[in-house]
């Protein structure tokens, strides 16, 4: 008999809704993970799938109905934004190939005789201490269900809560043992997420003191930690975030001495290496109240007074380190009493970069004192002439246009074009120049700019081996016309001088449709060294680029063609045995 669950799951779930929701480009890649065989213990119960699947790393996948919908979760990275990513689209065609089975008599998918659900009604039907022992046994085995347990029995401690218990998790839950790679820091993370449900379980239940230490204690533990994780997913630094989070929650409910928390605040927020508790000062302006903000205010100022002052050309070794936070610490506290003369004295304290310059105009900018504005940034542009920062050019050429300098704003924007003439810089050309109906000239001579700094590069290529180098092909002018919308434009350029790869795959896409035979090449072109890459993702590529030259010899007449070239492919990289894999599962018909 089929469950309503399984009956809701049913009603949202087919190969339609799945692209619906990832679109054609997602969905393509999920076929081809499913039919790479990358999905793993799936798993439903009460009508929620759950799987792996294999991608950079592993990846948890569930789908479930809700409100008569389609809803999802993917730890990839795509996923974790709240997209529905390939990997929810393979693991929804595993299931419903899963379901199909039994009705096509498959042998390779035959579905298990028991389910989940049939291990709550065995579970339900054991005697308590029996689902004791088992419990117990799992938890000697199972590290993070016996931090969980020890931590639920902390609360009923015939003392108390027994907050030592709680550290030991957490210090447990943290340690790294030795360093934490890519693949495995979405587990380790996942770990520390549930030793810090537990102490948001306490929140709830009237301990916010104890909450506010214990979250400390974790800041610290992560914070040391976090060097020795590869955290390029962001996970470790979402668990700061949390904590952070926490922390002052608990800090609202249980008003500790706003003293005290101001000295740790502060101290913390000028040693600490990330960002945490960074701009504590307005974070906790209302928990701290006027004693707690005059002891930071104390503690700061006291700091500020040893930090030197900075001129052009000038530098301080703690610049990115305490110079840093404590300039952070003193704007901070300036906002918040809404003195501007007293944020531009901080920033005055280190006039070494153009930029410095920009931030007080941009201050006295916000304040509505625009001629102090535009004295600050013509300042900067004096002490800095050549090379100058780009932002700080744009924030006079507007203040320009906007007295209607028109000729000294395009003087500035031109020099910043002429400095890197790229597709960046001729975007900002345009606008400015759009402001006094002359894009035409201006347009002339930007394009005559970019073909002689192509020419010298070209000239210097056999001499200039650096990596650093101009490029000596027109990829540069590629992308203008392209953005211009001007195909045809770009066609030429790519055809005349060469482009990158990524700007011909761009060229193929906008051509395919008038000019299939044209994108047909292209794509081609590009499998050999797709496939050279040699790793999963790269293979996954090749099958779309496949894909897409079928299609179009399909709309040139030549489907013949194409099994004897995809046979050609096939004999050339016979050795990559995951692309033979991929392309064994993948559908050509």
């Known amino acids: 008999m089929t ?18 929701l990832a679109g054609a480009a997602s969905f393509e890649r999920g076929e081809d993970y499913f039919a790479g065989g990358e999905v793993r213990a799936l798993a439903e119960h009460e009508g929620t799938i759950t799987a792996k699947v294999r991608g950079t790393r592993e990846y948890r996948v569930k789908l479930w109905a809700e409100d008569g919908e389609l809803d999802y979760s993917c730890t990839c990275p795509v996923g974790t934004d709240g997209a529905f990513c390939k990997h929810c689209v ?3 065609l595993a299931w419903l190939e899963h379901e199909r089975a039994p009705a096509e008599g498959s042998k390779k998918a035959a579905r298990p005789a028991v389910t989940m659900d049939d291990v709550r009604a065995f579970l339900a039907g054991q005697d308590k201490n029996a689902l004791v022992d088992l419990l117990m046994e799992q938890a000697l085995d199972d590290e993070r269900l016996r931090q969980r347990l020890l931590m639920k029995a902390a609360k009923k401690s015939p003392k108390g809560l027994d907050l030592a218990t709680y550290r030991e998790a957490i210090d447990n839950a943290v340690d790294i043992g030795e360093f934490v790679d890519y693949r495995s820091a979405h587990d380790y993370a996942q770990g520390i997420e549930e030793a810090i449900d537990s102490i948001e379980e306490l929140l709830t239940e009237g301990h916010a003191a104890e909450v506010i230490e214990l979250a400390e204690h974790a800041l610290a533990a992560v914070e040391d930690a ?22 002052n929650k608990a800090c609202r409910k249980a008003r500790p001495d706003p003293e005290a928390l ?12 990330g960002d945490t508790f960074f701009g504590a000062a307005a974070t906790y302006v209302d928990i701290l109240g006027k004693k707690g903000l005059a002891v930071y205010r104390k503690l700061a100022e006291a700091e500020w007074a040893r930090v030197p002052a900075l001129g052009p050309g000038r530098d301080d070794p703690e610049r990115y380190g305490k110079r840093f936070r404590i300039t952070h610490i003193m704007e901070t506290l300036a906002q918040e009493s809404g003195d501007v003369e007293a944020l531009v004295a901080i920033k005055t304290r280190d006039l070494s970069s153009a930029y410095a310059y920009l931030q007080i105009a941009e201050t006295y900018k916000q304040a509505r004192q625009p001629d102090l504005a535009l004295e600050w940034a013509e300042r900067g542009l004096k002490a800095f002439p050549e090379r100058t920062d780009p932002r700080l050019r744009e924030f006079l050429a507007d203040e320009y246009h906007r007295r209607k300098r028109h000729d000294e704003a395009m003087a500035l924007v031109w020099a910043e074009f002429a400095e890197s003439p790229d597709l960046t810089h001729y975007e900002s050309l345009k606008k400015h120049a759009d402001r006094t109906d002359q894009w035409a000239a201006w347009r002339e001579k930007a394009l005559a700019v970019m073909r002689e700094t192509i020419a010298r590069a070209k000239r210097d290529a056999p001499k200039n081996r650096s990596a650093w180098s101009v490029r000596a092909d027109h990829s540069e002018l590629v992308r203008v016309f392209l953005w211009e919308k001007d195909v045809e434009g770009a066609w030429r350029e790519a055809k005349e001088g060469g482009c990158s790869s990524d700007l011909w795959m761009q060229l193929a896409a906008r051509r395919e449709n008038d000019h299939p035979q044209d994108s047909l090449a292209i794509f081609q072109k590009q499998v050999d060294p797709t ?28 489907s013949d063609e194409f099994t004897r070239y995809l046979e050609s492919v096939r004999a050339a990289h016979k050795p990559k045995r995951n692309f033979m894999k991929l392309l064994e599962n993948a559908k050509w018909s």
Request: aromatic share 4%.
């Open 3 to 20: 469950s309503p669950s399984k009956s809701a799951l049913e009603s949202v779930l087919d190969r339609r809704s799945l692209r619906r």
């Open 90 to 92: 393979a693991v929804g």
């Open 226 to 247: 976090r060097g020795s994780v590869d955290d390029s997913d962001g996970a470790v630094g979402g668990i700061l975030a949390r904590l952070q989070e926490l922390h």
């Open 262 to 273: 101001a000295r740790r605040l502060f101290e913390w927020e000028l040693r600490a290496e």
């Open 531 to 558: 496939l050279d890459q040699k790793n999963n993702d790269a293979y996954r590529e090749a099958i779309g680029l496949l894909r897409k030259i079928q299609r179009l010899m399909g709309r040139l007449g030549r």
